[in-house]
């Protein structure tokens, strides 16, 4: 059996510790969101196990929904965000909370929440698995963030390299070798 835990170089962050700062995060936005029925709007694919582990410890009552949204080929941004097909017209009036694996550039949340700017919505934020900050980060003014990263290039818990390694259950660095 080839086993993708053998690509990975170091763990960065456990499976518990997602899973504690997973629930950390939830009681947040159980405080912030009471009687609001905020919508978490889930960039897919990569932070689908994030907002699955997040919504496991949500109390209130609160919805989900699905956009897709690439820049990323390979270990590097593209600059060019593409949002697929998506009925904006769905969030109006609505509390949002953009649910991200990953912060890189920013270029990804910022250009999503420039286009919420012509939507009538209640309110938008953003709460985000990873920070990886840097220099030439755009500040998309996050107020959910799991944990800061080095600037590395880090796969699973959703995050892939090449659509791979989405199903470690942790974030781990990626052993050089295993790069195609
Ligand atoms: P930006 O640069 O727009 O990036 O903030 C956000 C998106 O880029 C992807 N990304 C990564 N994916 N490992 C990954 O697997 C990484 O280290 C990484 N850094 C950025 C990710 O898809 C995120 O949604
Ligand atoms: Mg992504």
Partial sequence: MKDINEEVLRVLITEEQIDARCKELASQIEADYENKNPLLL?????????LG????????????????????QGQSSTGNVIVENYNFDK???R???????????????HTLKQMLKSIPIGSVEICSLLNKPGLNQIDVGAKYIGF???????IGFGLDYNEQYRNL?????MNPKAIK
């Fill in 42 to 50: 889930c960039l897919i694919n990569g932070s689908l196990p994030f």
């Fill in 53 to 72: 582990n997040l919504i496991k410890y949500i109390r209130i009552p609160m919805e989900y929904d699905c956009i897709r949204v690439h820049s990323y």
């Fill in 91 to 93: 969030l109006k009036g």
């Fill in 95 to 109: 509390h949002i909370i953009l649910i991200e694996d990953i912060i890189d550039t920013g270029l990804t949340l």
């Fill in 148 to 154: 800061e990263i080095p600037s590395e290039f880090v």
């Fill in 169 to 173: 259950p942790y974030i781990g660095i």
